[in-house]
């Protein structure tokens, strides 16, 4: 039996079986792997960052040349925030991504901003690559504390998971507009 959700399993289930854990590789042992197959360093670096670490995630978001389509996205959200894009034009243009790919975005870069707004080391965000542009929103767009934008995505994501039959566009317009409340 393996799973990643041990919490879920009955006690009958887990009583009968031996728990061994696997642990993702140090992220410089990654990244050097990472880079032999395809990516420079500073490419491999980001994607094992982005990957939380593990090496066949970040190998498969680079073969999904992910990460142009995610600085796509990134832009976007930018110039939806600044009111450039309207609600629908974003979610248009972010199409090209899963409900869930663009929740997990949104995540991403709400809990970086929020680290940002309180001064957390930058050695602990994620979108290194996006700090810059993620600061000047944080001191010039968003003026209220990015926790609970965090918390509605994340609820949102939970929602999706348990009901994939939702519909994703009204998910997600309905989303975006409690998240404009905070910018």
Known sequence: LITNQWSRLP???KSRCQQVLFYSPEKTIASEWLQQQGPDKKQAELLINLSSGAPLAAKKLYTED???KRQQLFSDWVNWQI???TVSQFIKNGS???ILELLSQLQSWYADA???QQGVSITQIANLDLVDTLTKLVT???KKSLLPAY???EKTHLEMLASPN???ELVLTDLLMKLKVYS
């Open 151 to 153: 918390q509605q995505i």
């Open 11 to 13: 006690m009958t289930i």
């Open 96 to 98: 090209s991504l899963s």
């Open 166 to 168: 939702l519909n994703s």
């Open 83 to 85: 009111g450039k894009l």
């Open 140 to 142: 010039k767009v968003f």
């Open 66 to 68: 992910f990460l142009t």
């Open 114 to 116: 929020f680290k940002i």
